[in-house]
């Protein structure tokens, strides 16, 4: 057994002040979850969370501004001043020392009622590695062998995996999001609990399983995404999710930018006709939805064979949406070493150095930067209406065409040609 006191985290001023300011009060506190569990992989946490023996009622007392997050499940999110929070978070959600009752829905435990015991609220936790607690004074509170699954990076659950599961199906995409982020194995166990609840995911709605799967696509190994088709829960992701894997699992980038639309445009890439529908299964974003469907299509399309032909994809897509398109087809290429690959590389650089060229000169391929708006043309006797409108796109891709022509005058002429 490792001593506690063994392994000191530096915690955030605000999480201290909270922890020793209930204390004061005669209750215990700590600092719990998947915050103890980066720290001690030396990963900068991203939310400090905070369990207590007071009932809510108690925390609410003790701090002059708190709002009540969650409060019958015990939590309150406490604010704090800048001074006592220093120079971090000032917002960090405390909560109550608790035992979940019977999950009904597979989702959400029916009632829950709260202890006074830390080891009983850790024990309802789903992964050994998100089950420990951490004190400045006592140090790690680890009852399930959370630091030793974390040594031997793997994923295990706190106790029966098909208990966990049962509870609340979600953890078992967790399970393979943790696998990914973190790169650990899941334990067989678990896996084989997964094969057998898989059915359990069709209870969860589609609005966590999407929050789940851009973790699991935007971390370092989005191939693990494979976990989701090999233990069948892919079949509860959406309608035709399962599809990727007839088509082939295409490959999967942990170094491309980890924006959760081209992550997600990268394992859709093989499914054009689904992708958009997919995408609008998993109730995203609209603009995720509708970058991620222009993503996959670029896929699709025939490549631009001259800088006119980038220019008018960069009107229709973006500048975003291209470069990142062409960083990615890129990168997706570097390590190949075949002839007929080599060439397709050598064919992405170019397009990227008249991206570059493009971008360099200030290239119009857009209304916003054509050189005439529609007053001009209204100083010219062109009447407002759809006929305006054909004009402008015209000379906008008379623009796209010779760049050096987005002059005013130049383009009134050009105008003046086409209504003569």
Same mark, same amino acid.
């Given at each position: 057994m490792k001593d506690p006191k063994a392994i000191q985290i530096t915690v955030p001023k605000g999480v201290e002040h909270i922890i020793r300011q209930i204390e004061q009060a005669g209750y215990e506190a700590y600092a719990v979850g998947g915050c103890v569990r980066d720290a001690l992989l030396g990963r900068e946490p991203e939310d400090w969370d905070i369990t207590t023996s007071a009932r809510p009622e108690v925390v609410k007392s003790l701090f002059l501004r708190t709002i009540d997050t969650g409060i019958e499940h015990g939590t309150v999110t406490v604010l704090l001043s800048a001074q006592e929070a220093g120079e971090g978070d000032r917002a960090f959600e405390v909560t109550t020392y608790r035992v979940d009752g019977i999950y009904e829905d597979g989702r959400h435990p029916k009632a829950v009622s709260f202890t006074g015991s830390l080891e009983e609220d850790l024990a309802r936790r789903d992964f050994t590695i998100n089950a420990m607690a951490y004190h400045m004074d006592r140090g790690i509170i680890d009852c399930y062998h959370g630091q030793e699954d974390l040594e031997n990076?793997?994923?295990? &659950?706190?106790? #029966? !995996? *098909? *208990?966990?599961? &049962? *509870? +609340?199906?979600? #953890?078992?995409?967790?399970?393979?999001?943790?696998? !990914?982020?973190? +790169?650990?194995?899941?334990? !067989? +166990?678990?896996?084989q609990a997964m094969l057998a609840l898989r059915e359990n995911l069709g209870k969860v709605s589609k609005e966590r399983i999407a929050v789940e799967l851009v973790k699991l696509l935007c971390s370092r190994h989005p191939e693990r995404v494979k976990l989701l088709f090999s233990t069948g829960l892919s079949d509860f992701v959406t309608r035709h999710f399962s599809e990727i894997e007839k088509r082939g699992i295409p490959s999967l980038l942990g170094d491309a930018k980890d924006k959760k639309y081209l992550r997600l445009g990268l394992l859709l890439r093989h499914l054009p006709e689904y992708a958009k529908e997919i995408l609008e299964e998993l109730k995203l974003d609209r603009e995720c939805i509708d970058q991620a469907s222009a993503f996959v299509e670029l896929f699709s399309l025939e490549e631009a064979d001259s800088p006119y032909a980038l220019r008018k994809r960069l009107f229709r897509y973006g500048l975003e949406l291209i470069q990142d398109f062409y960083d990615t087809k890129a990168l997706l290429l570097e390590n190949v070493s075949n002839t007929p690959g080599k060439a397709m590389a050598e064919q992405v650089q170019l397009r990227l150095s008249w991206l570059q060229k493009i971008q360099e000169e200030r290239d119009c391929y857009t209304l916003s930067n054509l050189a005439i708006k529609g007053k001009d043309l209204l100083s010219i006797g062109v009447q407002a209406g759809p006929a305006m409108g054909e004009l402008l796109h015209q000379a906008l891709d008379y623009v796209m065409l010779n760049p050096s022509e987005n002059d005013r005058e130049a383009l009134l002429s050009f105008v003046k040609s086409r209504i003569c």
């Open positions: 990076k793997r994923v295990r &659950t706190v106790g #029966r !995996a *098909e *208990e966990r599961f &049962t *509870e +609340d199906a979600l #953890r078992m995409m967790r399970g393979i999001r943790f696998s !990914a982020q973190l +790169d650990f194995q899941i334990e !067989a +166990d678990c896996l």
